[in-house]
């Protein structure tokens, strides 16, 4: 008798974790198990900002998916995703296509421009490592364009960051520190060079703690980061953000321009029909996709009810990766026919960079952490996901061993 087949689309966190965890819970005879996703490389998503502001080595934000998963135990394919068949059990590949008895989605997220006018052409965004390294490619071009023009623009020297969410926040806290490096590199006067970071919101990382929020601020704004508060992005344009409307309206110019206002779930959830809330599957409490018994839906693509709260999970890394241990459980529990748990999220805090030098964030029951602390918790952190994934051997290989 053949195998169930279990496929898991996208090695992200979700998939990852859910792959690694499957090879260590189910015995090889109990399942195929195969594992989709677009490169031959995983990414830590949770460093694109830094290989868009070229502040980290893009090699150390990626890791060969067959350096981590055993390719003798799982069957890895390096394709796109386009549409899941889920009436017919069968994913279809841009360049093939794969069966399964039992389907992990976590193809992740997409940027959501809101259908801001001339957003999505005009505006770089963070999704992957090649839209991360083209900000950084971009910034470094006009910066060199900069010094040799005989009719310089200063504007080209702006940095203009739509959105203060934490990915807004982070990346600035990187061109605080990548900026002045790039201004002595190329004999600019830094005070030529501007970071602008626009939120819509009265204050940017809205919701989050106010003394936290106090202290990003004056770390980054004593590093040279402008902020702009109350500012709702209404168009982009080539080379500018165009701020309100009517009377109100006011243009900032930039020479390089990102978009870090939003995201949503990747695109596969709605081309394959499943119904959708803001662009993503609200999951049952065992991560199963309503109606559908053999499909579960990870991370950035699941919409996650706090039933406390009233509100979804935000998308985070730390969220997936715990979506990972209860979708493998239960696909454990499914094989051997027993009794399927519910999610619970455990909320082990937040932590923000504000560059390499400087972080804040709560840990453990709102404990609040600022600078050197906090940059060594967020090292731990990612260090640990490392851990989780390929041992020490992955973290001394990638890990950031540095604390402060
Ligand atoms: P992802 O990690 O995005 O992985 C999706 C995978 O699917 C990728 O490998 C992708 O290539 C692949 N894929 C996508 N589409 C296809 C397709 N059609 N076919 C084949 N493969 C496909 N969260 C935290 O908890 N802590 C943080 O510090 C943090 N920092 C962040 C910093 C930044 C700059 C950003 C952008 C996000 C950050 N987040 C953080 C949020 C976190 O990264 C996401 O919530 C997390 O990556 C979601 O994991 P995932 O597995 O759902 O998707
Ligand atoms: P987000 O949705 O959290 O933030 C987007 C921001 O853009 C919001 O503050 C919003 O008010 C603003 N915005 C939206 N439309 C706008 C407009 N027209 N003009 C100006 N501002 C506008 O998105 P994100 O920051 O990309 O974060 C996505 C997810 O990833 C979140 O769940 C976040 O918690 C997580 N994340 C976590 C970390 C961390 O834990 N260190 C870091 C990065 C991201």
């Given at each position: 008798?053949?195998?169930?087949?279990?496929?898991v689309?996208?090695?992200?966190?979700a998939?990852?974790?859910?792959?690694?965890?499957?090879?260590?819970?189910?015995?090889?005879?109990?399942?195929?198990?195969?594992?989709?996703?677009k490169?031959?490389?995983?990414?830590?998503?949770t460093?694109?900002?830094?290989v868009?502001?070229?502040t980290?080595?893009?090699?150390?934000?990626?890791?060969?998916?067959?350096?981590?998963i055993?390719?003798?135990?799982?069957n890895?394919?390096?394709?796109?995703?386009?549409?899941?068949k889920?009436?017919?059990?069968?994913?279809?590949?841009?360049?093939?296509?794969?069966?399964?008895?039992?389907?992990?989605?976590?193809?992740?997220?997409?940027?959501?421009?809101?259908?801001?006018?001339?957003?999505?052409?005009?505006?770089?965004?963070?999704?992957?490592?090649?839209?991360?390294?083209?900000?950084?490619?971009q910034?470094?071009?006009?910066?060199?364009?900069?010094?040799?023009?005989?009719?310089?623009?200063?504007?080209?020297?702006?940095?203009?960051?739509?959105?203060?969410?934490?990915?807004?926040?982070?990346?600035?806290?990187?061109?605080?520190?990548?900026?002045?490096?790039?201004?002595?590199?190329?004999?600019?006067?830094?005070?030529?060079?501007?970071?602008?970071?626009?939120?819509?919101?009265?204050?940017?990382?809205?919701?989050?703690?106010?003394?936290?929020?106090?202290?990003?601020?004056?770390?980054?704004?004593?590093?040279?980061?402008?902020?702009?508060?109350?500012?709702?992005?209404?168009?982009?344009?080539?080379?500018?953000?165009?701020?309100?409307e009517?009377?109100?309206?006011?243009?900032?110019?930039?020479?390089?321009?990102?978009?870090?206002?939003?995201?949503?779930?990747?695109s596969?959830?709605?081309?394959?029909?499943?119904?959708?809330?803001?662009?993503?599957?609200?999951v049952?409490?065992?991560?199963?996709?309503?109606?559908?018994?053999?499909?579960?839906?990870?991370?950035?693509?699941?919409?996650?009810?706090?039933?406390?709260?009233?509100?979804?999970?935000?998308?985070?890394?730390?969220?997936?990766?715990?979506?990972?241990?209860?979708?493998?459980?239960?696909?454990k529990?499914?094989?051997?026919?027993?009794?399927?748990?519910?999610?619970?999220?455990?909320?082990?805090?937040?932590?923000?960079?504000?560059?390499?030098?400087?972080?804040m964030?709560?840990?453990?029951?709102d404990?609040?952490?600022?600078?050197?602390?906090?940059?060594?918790?967020?090292?731990?952190?990612?260090?640990?996901?490392l851990?989780?994934?390929?041992?020490?051997?992955?973290?001394?290989k990638?890990?950031?061993?540095?604390?402060?």
């Amino acid at each position: 008798m053949s195998k169930p087949k279990i496929v898991v689309l996208g090695a992200g966190y979700a998939g990852m974790m859910t792959t690694k965890r499957l090879t260590q819970k189910l015995s090889p005879e109990e399942a195929e198990i195969v594992l989709v996703n677009k490169h031959n490389y995983h990414f830590q998503t949770t460093w694109l900002h830094e290989v868009a502001a070229g502040t980290i080595n893009q090699n150390q934000a990626r890791i060969m998916i067959s350096d981590v998963i055993n390719p003798s135990r799982v069957n890895l394919i390096y394709d796109d995703v386009v549409e899941v068949k889920k009436d017919e059990n069968r994913v279809v590949l841009a360049n093939s296509e794969v069966t399964y008895d039992y389907l992990v989605i976590s193809l992740g997220f997409e940027t959501n421009t809101f259908g801001i006018k001339g957003m999505e052409k005009n505006a770089f965004s963070i999704t992957d490592m090649d839209s991360s390294r083209m900000i950084r490619e971009q910034i470094e071009y006009q910066f060199a364009k900069y010094s040799t023009d005989p009719n310089p623009k200063d504007e080209d020297l702006t940095v203009l960051v739509g959105g203060g969410g934490f990915t807004g926040i982070e990346l600035v806290g990187e061109l605080a520190e990548k900026i002045p490096e790039l201004c002595k590199k190329y004999d600019i006067d830094q005070n030529k060079a501007r970071i602008v970071n626009v939120e819509a919101a009265p204050r940017v990382l809205p919701g989050f703690d106010d003394k936290l929020v106090a202290y990003a601020k004056k770390s980054l704004g004593d590093r040279g980061v402008e902020f702009r508060e109350g500012a709702k992005i209404s168009e982009c344009k080539k080379n500018s953000f165009v701020i309100g409307e009517g009377d109100d309206m006011e243009e900032i110019k930039a020479g390089t321009i990102v978009w870090t206002g939003g995201v949503t779930g990747s695109s596969v959830l709605s081309k394959s029909g499943f119904e959708l809330t803001k662009g993503k599957v609200t999951v049952n409490g065992d991560m199963r996709a309503p109606g559908q018994e053999n499909i579960f839906i990870l991370g950035d693509c699941a919409w996650v009810m706090d039933e406390e709260a009233g509100k979804p999970f935000p998308p985070t890394a730390q969220a997936a990766m715990q979506h990972a241990d209860t979708c493998s459980d239960n696909l454990k529990a499914l094989l051997r026919h027993q009794p399927l748990k519910k999610f619970i999220f455990d909320d082990k805090g937040t932590v923000a960079s504000l560059g390499e030098t400087d972080a804040m964030g709560t840990v453990f029951n709102d404990n609040k952490l600022y600078s050197k602390p906090a940059v060594s918790m967020k090292k731990v952190i990612d260090n640990r996901y490392l851990f989780l994934l390929g041992g020490p051997k992955l973290v001394l290989k990638k890990g950031k061993l540095r604390m402060w």
